[in-house]
């Protein structure tokens, strides 16, 4: 597998939280040797978390006005 694949490969693993430790370090000394790759791995990790917060706090929201709803409804009995 080329190099950039299997790069690209491992950085999905890692931030699907499936990477093994061999993974992350083999990841990791990737990182060191190829720059340019960690700082576009930095960018991505950022959206890939920023996404995944904007996730949590919609579902959130969504889950509180479920629960206002039905504290309603009980109060109107």
Do not use: C
């Not at 080329?2 to 890692?14: N, P, Q």
């Not at 430790?21 to 990737?30: F, H, Q, S, V």
């Not at 990790?45 to 009980?74: H, M, N, P, T």
Request: negative net charge.
């Amino acid at each position: 597998m080329h190099t950039e694949d299997y790069f690209w490969k491992l950085f999905a693993k890692h931030l699907a939280n499936e990477a093994t430790d061999p993974e992350l370090r083999e990841l990791n000394e990737l990182l060191r040797k190829y720059p340019d790759a960690d700082k576009w791995a930095k960018v991505i990790a950022y959206w890939w978390d920023e996404e995944s917060q904007e996730d949590i706090v919609r579902r959130g929201e969504l889950l509180f006005e479920k629960i206002k709803e039905k504290i309603k409804a009980e109060q109107e009995k």
